[in-house]
Nanobody, 130 residues
Framework: VQLVESGGGLVQPGGSLRLSCVASGLNFATHAMSWFRQAPGKEREGVSCINTHDGSLYFADSVKGRFSISLNRAENTVYLRMNSVRSEDTAVYYC????????????????????????WGQGTQVTVSS
């Protein structure tokens, strides 16, 4: 399995950016595709996730209404559209894949077993600064 992110860079506060992740070596139609991020000195956190089999979406509260996630099934690509970015969005953004979004604690049903996503990209840096 290979996940390759692109699209990161420097963006001004209030601006927009679109990240892309091309997946290969997995059945894109039956996996969940997710974006995580890790800022310097902070733990990695989930940003958004989509279950490709039914299109169900998940977002972190901090990005709701600003970020969107979408798929291009023909090209096995997942996108993260980032609008109205803030300085606190600065982080390395990682694409990840696994069976479903709800395997991770932040999107799991209460009491359900959880674990980390199994497949990861190398990450792309997003810096929000004027």
């Amino acid at each position: 399995v290979q996940l390759v992110e692109s699209g990161g860079g420097l963006v001004q506060p209030g601006g927009s950016l679109r990240l892309s992740c091309v997946a290969s070596g997995l059945n894109f139609a039956t996996h969940a595709m997710s974006w995580f991020r890790q800022a310097p000195g902070k733990e990695r956190e989930g940003v958004s996730c989509i279950n490709t089999h039914d299109g169900s979406l998940y977002f972190a509260d901090s990005v709701k209404g600003r970020f969107s996630i979408s798929l291009n099934r023909a090209e096995n690509t997942v996108y993260l559209r980032m609008n109205s970015v803030r300085s606190e969005d600065t982080a390395v953004y990682y694409c990840a894949a696994d069976s479903r979004c709800s395997i991770v604690p932040m999107w799991a049903r209460p009491g359900s077993p959880t674990r980390d996503f199994g497949f990861w990209g190398q990450g792309t840096q997003v810096t929000v600064s004027s």
